[in-house]
């Protein structure tokens, strides 16, 4: 008896797009979007036609994809048809609401499938956002911050093999110029990953700061080098939900992540809504 071998990765993302083709009835998208904590909020404003356009599945209705796991992120993604205006042409979007976190266990290809999914599926270019820890005082909670460059603190990559992937300029400086025209007062910053699913401890905190990082969080790095390794475009944008460990007083709550979101929802789905036909 022989055993069928297991997919790889990029095969079983390849099994996942042709799925999403058949489910949605589009064979190809343009420009994908992964939501973190925080978003969820956000989301609704893509559709300008009050959903009319859109069409959603769980993730796991895919090949490969398994349920979300954190509170604030539904394990659901959407398929959106934003219609053309001007000189902006029709465009797919696809839209998770969640993702699989590092710290999960799942392993670093879960992590990055809906990425790869995503460029399976013809997009060229992904939006990752994400809800974390701000340590610049300045940065209030609800805060949005184009990441300009990351630190990845996992030790980990999603490639393997001697695949030598150039990460110079790996969040596109012409996404972030794109931001800046829709939203002139965004700042940038580096964004930091830290493995979770605990939060740092202050000394963490002052570490990622002498290291050059400006943001912490659990997500983001691992798919960004698989967007790029896949050729995507990539602008990250963070939420930042909460000062960082030991930058105020207060104890980090996750309850105070998802407030902060629902507060600047409406600036990030109305941001989110501007950029994503011009991208
Ligand atoms: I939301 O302060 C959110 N996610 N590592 N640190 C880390 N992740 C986060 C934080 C934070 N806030």
Redo the contacts with the bound molecule.
Sequence with gaps: MTETPAPTPYALAEQAAARLAELTGVERHDVALVLG??WLPAADALDGAGGANTTELDVTDLPGFSAAAVAGHSGKVRSIRLEGQGDAPERHLLVFLSRTHYYEGKGVDAVVHGVRTAAAAGCRAIVLTN???GLNPAWMPGTPVLISDHINLTGRSPIVGARFVDLTDLYAARLRELCRTVDPDLDEGVYVQ?P?PH??TPAEVRMAGILGGNL???STTLEAIAAREAGLEVLGISLV??L??GISDAP?DHSE?LEAGRAAASRMGDLLARIVPRI
Aim: proline share 0%.
């Design positions: 904590s925080g809800g974390c820890g830290f979770g939060y740092e912490v969080g659990m939900t909460n960082a460990a980090l992540v």
